[in-house]
Every structure is written in structure tokens, then in C-alpha cells.
């Protein structure tokens, strides 16, 4: 969730099971009731090893920011596609 340019919390997978299984009613909550901590950031010229060893390490998203500002969110998904996009890159 982000706020301006800040980022204050997240959603995701694991947590909205837990919050469906203990039973929350939704449609009766605000975001921020049940959002968790924001996810990590890092600058767009930021190396790819470095997306790669944050993620790695448990993070589920890191938001991809551009002179301090959210511009985009990348996830371990968006990793194997670039990196199978190389390989197959490699090939030709």
C-alpha cells in the first residue's frame, strides 16, 4: 500500500489466508486494518542481484522506486521470466 510516496503496508497471499481462516468479514475492514508490513524498495538502477538476494531472503515484492518515488513492483515471478527471457536470449 502506498500512500503518496510512501509506503506503509502490504497484502499478501499467506496473510489474507490467515485473516480468511480466522474469520475476518472484509467487507467490514479498512485496509489498514489488515495489511502488513510494507514490503522492501530499492532503487530502479539497483543491480539485479541485489532484487535477487532481497527476495531470496523472503521478501515477496520488492516496489522498484525512482528518485524516491514507487514506480513499479517486482516479485520472484518477474525474476524467472527476465531470466529465462536471457537464456533463451543466449541461444539465438
Not at 70 to 81: C, E, F, Q, S, Y
Request: hydrophobic letters at 40%; a negative charge.
Amino acid at each position: 500500500m502506498i500512500d503518496g510516496e510512501d509506503i506503509v503496508g502490504s497484502l499478501n497471499e499467506a496473510s489474507l489466508m490467515q485473516l480468511l481462516h480466522d474469520g475476518i468479514e472484509f467487507e467490514r475492514q479498512e485496509i489498514r486494518t489488515v495489511m502488513g508490513k510494507p514490503l522492501p524498495s530499492l532503487e530502479e538502477s539497483t543491480d539485479i542481484s541485489e532484487a535477487y538476494r532481497v527476495l531470496l531472503s523472503g521478501a515477496t515484492g520488492i516496489v522498484v522506486k525512482k528518485e524516491g518515488a514507487p514506480i513499479g513492483l517486482i516479485t520472484r515471478a518477474d525474476l524467472v521470466v527476465y531470466w529465462v527471457s536471457q537464456k533463451e536470449g543466449d541461444r539465438r
